[in-house]
Structure formats: C-alpha cells, structure tokens
C-alpha cells in the first residue's frame, strides 16, 4: 500500500476526502490514506488557497505533519476559479518532491453534479445534470436544482459544509462523477491516484 497524505482548499473536498467511501475507494487501488485529509488552514479553521502557496508556513506544517505520519506522496487538490489555466493554478501550489497537483475545473461541487445517482436519491426522482463543469457556480446551481425539484421550503440549504456531509451521507461516489461522460476532471483525478501506485 501506497501511503498518501491529501491537503485540500476548503471544508466540501475536506469532507469528502474523509469520508469511508473515499477510503474503501483508495484502499482498493492500493493507496491508504495518512491521517485525515488537511483544509489547507491551521489547526482546520483557516482555509483557501493562499494557505497552499510556494510561501505559506501553513502549507510547509501541513506537509511536515503529513510526512512525520509517513505520507509518501502528498495530493493537493484546488479549484480553478478565475485562473486562466490550470497551468497557472498548479503555479500557485507549494511543490515539493513527491507530491501531485490536481485542479478541479470549476468548484467541487460540480462533481456532486455529476453524480447522478446520488443526486437523484437526494431529489427523489431520476436526475442527471448534463455538464457538470459548464456551470459557473455549482453550488448555486445545486440550491437552483433542488428548489425547483422540491420546493423552497426543502431545498439543500446554503452551508457548504452541510451540503456535503449530505451527499456523503446518501452515498457521494468519485468513481460515478468520473464516469459521467462530461466531468473529465474527476476521471483525470481518479487516474492521477491509481498512477500513485505504480510511483517508487
């Protein structure tokens, strides 16, 4: 087993990636998971990008403590947001040996979009979003969808975090958004992870 540590951008990513699922996931391609997965803040308070920049004190802690629990790699996972590609976003990451950048297209959220069988178990009706990583702010459209499914009075409200303890909570899948045929990010999220295992 490959040992892996995760620093992520915000609470959405942070919730997902410590979630049982996601390490059923991992444990079956050979990747066990150091720790929990970090917010990329001090002591899981502090968020954001900036916490994972070439000059953050953060970003080195977190990767210290990481590596003292015996992380082989480290993953830092971010959005895209306003950068022009991903090219600038990974720039914007510390890099350290042995460690993978990997930019969502648009927020995480969107690849709640994409998975359409959680989506539709949470709606209560069969639902599949076509473009997941076309909407500008995905988790705006996550509260326009289940208003107009549902009504305003059972809509998903507007904590983030909540949110996505509920997709976890009816069963959030990585593997089901990557297989959605318009979210290549996640399916290119998913190869980076299984490439981890073959890395010395």
């Known amino acids: 087993m490959v040992k892996v540590g995760f620093i992520c951008e915000g609470d959405t990513e942070t919730i997902v990636f410590n979630s049982s699922e996601f390490d059923d996931f991992l444990r079956s391609i050979g990747i066990e998971k150091v720790g929990r997965a970090?917010?990329?803040g001090r002591d899981d308070r502090e968020g954001g990008k900036d916490n994972m920049k070439p000059d953050s004190e953060i970003a080195l802690a977190n990767i210290t403590a990481?590596?003292?629990q015996g992380a082989a790699f480290i993953v830092f996972i971010r959005d895209l947001e306003d950068l022009p590609c991903i090219t600038s976003a990974k720039e914007e990451v510390i890099t350290i040996e042995k460690s993978y950048k990997l930019i969502t297209v648009r927020c995480f959220e969107s690849w709640f979009l994409a998975d359409s069988?959680?989506?539709s178990a949470l709606l209560g009706e069969e639902y599949e979003y076509p473009f997941p990583e076309k909407a500008v702010n995905p988790y705006e459209e996550l509260r326009r969808i289940f208003v107009e499914k549902r009504g305003e009075n059972k809509g998903i409200g507007t904590n983030k975090k909540k949110i996505a303890s509920l997709f976890v909570k009816y069963g959030f899948s990585l593997q089901r958004a990557a297989q959605h045929p318009n979210c290549p990010s996640a399916a290119?999220?998913?190869n980076?992870?299984?490439?981890?295992t073959t890395q010395n």
Request: no cysteine.
């Open 117 to 119: 069988q959680t989506l």
């Open 38 to 40: 970090i917010k990329s």
């Open 188 to 190: 290119y999220f998913l």
């Open 66 to 68: 990481l590596k003292e």
């Open 192 to 196: 980076k992870l299984s490439v981890l």
